[in-house]
């Protein structure tokens, strides 16, 4: 989810406040708030992907799970709300495993303790995008409640 409507306009009249920093973080954290069921069901999601090798250390699912969450930018090159999986940079030397478990045709690697031979994997088919299936309507509102929740804040202290 990105480019709320009307998030720059709020963006510039929390600047134009006195202590718009308090305001943006203040704003920010509401709108994380209001994305963490959705970063919740990702988590679960790919911790139901069926495990090939079970008990292989570090953990593939717990992995790319801790690395899914709420992401929210206010200015700069875009103003929005996310729910983003992150890359796993030391896990296996598998940095896109978000990426590539999400994709229907997976990903290749070598055979553990044999270099030599290939395989085709895998994972849990768009089990990040299923996540959200249906329910973008309920996060826009949530985020778009934080936003009116904030322009109430800005009208009040004007008053």
């Known amino acids: 989810m990105e480019n709320v409507e009307g998030l720059d306009a709020l963006v510039r009249a929390i600047r134009a406040e006195e202590d ?4 943006r973080k203040d704003l920010a954290k509401n709108m994380r708030e209001a994305l963490k069921p959705g970063a919740q069901q990702a988590k ?3 911790m139901a992907m069926v495990s ?3 008990g292989a250390a570090p953990a593939l699912r717990t992995s790319i799970a801790k690395k899914i969450r709420p992401e929210v930018k206010l200015g700069g090159h875009w103003s929005g709300a996310r729910v983003k999986a992150f890359k796993t940079k030391n896990i296996r030397g598998f940095p896109n495993a978000p990426k590539r478990t999400n994709r229907a045709s997976g990903w290749r690697h070598p055979v553990f303790g044999n270099r030599e031979n290939w395989v085709q994997q ?7 995008d299923r996540a959200f299936k249906g329910r973008e309507a309920l996060y826009k509102q949530a985020v778009a409640e934080a936003m009116e929740d904030m322009a109430r804040r ?4 004007a008053r």
């Not at 718009?20 to 305001?23: P, S, T, Y």
């Open 52 to 54: 090939l090798r079970g």
């Open 20 to 23: 718009g920093k308090a305001l």
């Open 122 to 128: 895998r994972g849990k088919l768009e089990w990040f």
């Open 44 to 46: 679960n999601s790919i």
């Open 154 to 157: 800005i009208a009040d202290r």
